[in-house]
């Protein structure tokens, strides 16, 4: 069948990454999707049927194992068919390419710009889970997955160093230039650097929202039945 074929020459090159260059994503995606829904467990993100692995599970080699499909099985031979059928058919009647790269079927929808989403559905693995349902044109407004993610690391300094980001960025006002201004650093892989001490923050926030010079609440501790704003660090 030409969408078989089709669809297995896209996934023999497929780099079996969810970059937004990657190109064949969406196959195994689908793809797998089928699978799970055959003989895939609801609760886990597992195949249920122990004959579909060539490798069974090792616990010793937990990394590589399970692997290969055992084509010696003739139910899993037709089982692999079909879900590969299934995934074509579901692609092309969303249209949606099956060697379109990653970043131009998955994106963030903000004030008619399509932001490109890196990552992939959980269910089959990728540890930057980003969940969005096929719809025509691809995968449009992930709905979970990766939101805000934060990094901390130490130096010599009394400040800890903090990058993070806010993957569907900070503001729900189209009007806002904060409406997908993360979004953008999070498509290109970059961090925000989080400013921790109390001046930082006052000066970032007066430079991000001029007038805004209550953006930041003061830290208050209690002395005495009083409560007093600790010293400043800066």
């Known amino acids: 069948m030409e969408i078989l074929d089709e669809a297995c020459n896209v996934l023999s090159a497929w780099d079996r990454r969810v970059n937004l260059d990657s190109r064949g994503a969406q196959v195994f995606s689908e793809y797998w999707a089928a699978l799970r829904r055959a003989?895939?467990?609801?609760?886990?993100?597992?195949?249920?049927?122990?004959?579909?692995?060539?490798?069974?599970?090792?616990?010793?080699?937990?990394?590589?194992?399970?692997?290969?499909?055992?084509?010696?099985?003739?139910?899993?031979?037709?089982?692999?068919?079909?879900?590969?059928?299934?995934?074509?058919?579901?692609?092309?009647?969303?249209n949606?390419?099956?060697?379109?790269?990653?970043?131009?079927?998955q994106f963030l929808e903000r004030n008619g710009?399509?932001?490109?989403?890196?990552?992939?559905?959980?269910?089959?693995?990728?540890?930057?889970?980003i969940s969005a349902g096929l719809s025509d044109g691809g995968y449009r407004n992930p709905?979970?997955?990766?939101?805000y993610i934060q990094v901390v690391t130490w130096d010599e300094s009394d400040c800890p160093i903090a990058d993070t980001i806010l993957t569907h960025s900070q503001s729900t006002d189209p009007a806002s230039p904060h409406y997908g201004d993360q979004t953008r650093e999070y498509s290109a892989k970059?961090?925000?650097r989080f400013p921790l001490l109390r001046g930082r923050y006052r000066r970032r926030a007066n430079r991000r929202y001029p007038g805004a010079r209550r953006v930041v609440p003061t830290p208050r501790r209690r002395t005495q039945g009083r409560w007093r704003a600790p010293p400043d660090t800066t």
């Open 96 to 105: 949606v390419a099956f060697d379109a790269p990653w970043g131009e079927v």
């Open 39 to 94: 003989i895939g467990s609801q609760f886990q993100d597992v195949i249920l049927d122990q004959s579909f692995w060539r490798v069974d599970f090792d616990p010793a080699q937990p990394l590589i194992t399970p692997r290969g499909v055992d084509a010696s099985v003739p139910s899993t031979v037709d089982l692999v068919g079909r879900s590969l059928i299934s995934a074509g058919e579901r692609l092309r009647s969303n």
């Open 113 to 129: 710009e399509n932001i490109p989403i890196h990552g992939g559905a959980g269910t089959m693995g990728v540890f930057g889970a």
């Open 143 to 147: 709905s979970s997955g990766n939101s």
């Open 190 to 192: 970059r961090w925000v």
